[in-house]
């Protein structure tokens, strides 16, 4: 049972363009949702992460956004530059984060000149 | 180190030959995940050790597969009997045992297997 699911697969963007993965979870108890980034021969990294007591969480260029009664929530990346190229995962856990994240199937993101 | 190392970084093996995967926490996590990644199939969370409590062994996908961790640190991945099918990156993560939500998740670059 994939209890996040993401998309689009891939999405390809004009540098200074604004891409948007968005993710739908199914699991209600799930109060933790952070997005991850990963390189080509790199482990995933966190990049930024939510809690459901808020819409929307800014950290420089990147940007969630979060619709609780929706079950959804997006990752957007604001001016967007080639060396954002690289797949994204959201992922989504309880207990504020410290249990285990079970993760989308990742977006890979291609930023072109 | 200061990262979480994974060896070996590539792993050929032949069907039906057993492999063992080796990781390498951020000294001071206690908390220590594998994670199996597979083309089109994001990050499949196999076991989980926290400390001293008994592993969350929910995710491995058949007895094939089994993991310890040694003195709370160093977590070895087994899988018996390899199948084609078992061809992906093993990701180990650690992560400290509280306020998990701030610091995350650090990733190891992980082991490529490839089974033939």
């Known amino acids: 049972q994939q209890q996040v699911k993401q998309s689009p697969q891939s999405l390809i963007v004009q540098k200074g363009g604004i891409p948007i993965i968005n993710c739908a979870y199914e699991?209600?108890?799930?109060?933790?949702f952070p997005w991850y980034q990963q390189f080509p021969g790199k482990g995933p990294a966190l990049l930024i992460a939510?809690?459901?007591?808020?819409s929307e969480k800014k950290e420089g260029r990147f940007t969630i956004s979060f619709n609780k009664s929706a079950k959804q929530f997006s990752l957007h990346i604001m001016d967007s530059q080639p060396g954002d190229s690289a797949t994204y995962f959201c992922?989504?856990?309880?207990?504020?984060?410290?249990?285990?994240?079970?993760f989308g199937t990742g977006t890979r993101l291609t930023i072109i000149p | 180190g200061a990262g979480v190392s994974q060896s070996p970084s590539n792993k050929v093996t032949e069907k039906g030959k057993d492999v063992e995967l080796r990781c390498d926490p951020i000294?001071?996590?206690?908390?220590l995940y594998w994670y199996r990644q597979s083309l089109g199939q994001g990050l499949e969370f196999l076991i989980y050790?926290?400390?001293?409590?008994?592993?969350?062994k929910s995710g491995l996908p058949s007895d094939r597969f089994s993991a310890e961790r040694t003195g709370g640190s160093v977590s070895t991945l087994t899988i018996q009997r390899t199948q084609q099918e078992d061809s992906a990156v093993y990701l180990c993560?650690?992560?400290?045992?509280?306020?998990?939500?701030?610091?995350?998740?650090?990733f190891g670059s992980g082991t490529r297997l490839t089974v033939v």
């Open positions: 993560a650690s992560s400290f045992s509280r306020d998990r939500g701030r610091y995350g998740y650090t």
């Open positions: 939510i809690r459901p007591d808020v």
């Open positions: 000294s001071g996590h206690t908390a």
């Open positions: 050790f926290q400390g001293n409590s008994a592993p969350d």
């Open positions: 699991n209600t108890a799930f109060d933790y």
């Open positions: 992922a989504a856990s309880h207990n504020f984060g410290n249990e285990k994240l079970t």
